[in-house]
């Protein structure tokens, strides 16, 4: 299993191949992958964190103690191989077939599913925006294909909008830095479009993002928004690291 023996350019072009073991047909993963790297897991309710089957509660230890700064948090998969590898190729890739990948497999989960179904039009539906430069240089945000498929696939009612939370500065990737200096690194990153203000008081946000590691970019946009009035800020990720 070895991702960089062929150039993306070449792996793209072969729609119908599984993007972890190649088999074919089936795109993007084969229901063999999915049964051995994507089983679904008891997660933490507040911070997706995954939790032993065993554990007796809803949250992890650390949200009970320390309350998280969302109020429900949904992942789908482990970052981890695979995932880590193909939600990083896919960054560079509108492939529309990842994206309703992504969203089918949280959708796919019960609780997903019944937290999306609950939303209303007064709700809002935000992907975690990227800097100007990075939009630039990427081409697209993945977090907002994902958001559009988790629509199209839930039924969710919410209203999913790209220009109420800007994302004003650029910042160093949060990869290269070190834990602690990860929320640091995200001050003055993230902002509500002043125009638009009003639209948040007292409003409902679930935030959608692919990766969520320390959750430091999605505790400071959550942190904005509640400012801004959101009475929740929720999340929605595909990915979430192992507890460390
Ligand atoms: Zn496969
Ligand atoms: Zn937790």
Redesign the pocket.
Known sequence: MHFSALPALIMNRIPSQ?A??R?WP?AP??Q??MARFGQPARRCSTCALELPAEFPHTQCNRCQHTPFGLDACFAALPYAFPWSDLVSRYKFDSQTGWATFMASTLVGQPAVRDFLSQLTPDDWLLPLPLSTERLAWRGFNQAWELTRALQRQSGCRATADTSLLLRIRHTRPQSELKRSARLDNLKGAFAVEPLRAADLKSRRVVLVDDVMTSGASLLTAAGVLRQAGASHVSAVVLTRTAPT
């Open positions: 599984c972890v073991c088999s089936s993963v084969c063999a992958c």
